[in-house]
């Protein structure tokens, strides 16, 4: 018996409640979810970036791959109409992961 009663992997109790987002009354502290997120990218807060990855399910990317769908769509990628967050963002992720080289 797994636990799940699909017949499936094992599942602890515990995994079975758990959702998304930590909450403050299960125990976890913002400080652990900020330090477990961090190098987490959600797409949403970048307009370009969203741009590169209409046809994605998921709502975030890690910074590494962020930098590379930058690169890898830097036909598409308009640094002119990125935003000031967005701009201050791709300059960071060149700087910390390209080197200071982007190949746009």
């Given amino acids: 018996m797994n ?6 992997c094992p599942v602890s109790p515990r995994s079975r409640s758990s959702s998304a987002r930590p909450q403050e009354s ?8 900020d330090r ?42 308009v640094p002119a109409e990125m935003d000031d967050t967005e701009r201050e963002f791709f300059e960071r992720l060149v700087r910390e992961i390209g080197h200071g080289v982007f190949l746009g």
């Fill in 3 to 8: 636990g799940s009663g699909d017949g499936c």
């Fill in 26 to 33: 299960r125990g976890l502290d913002r400080a652990w979810y």
């Fill in 36 to 77: 477990a997120m961090s190098g987490v990218v959600e797409l949403e807060r970048y307009p370009q970036l969203a741009f590169l990855t209409w046809n994605r399910r998921g709502a975030v990317v890690t910074e590494s791959e962020a930098f590379a769908l930058y690169e890898s769509g830097r036909g598409y990628v």
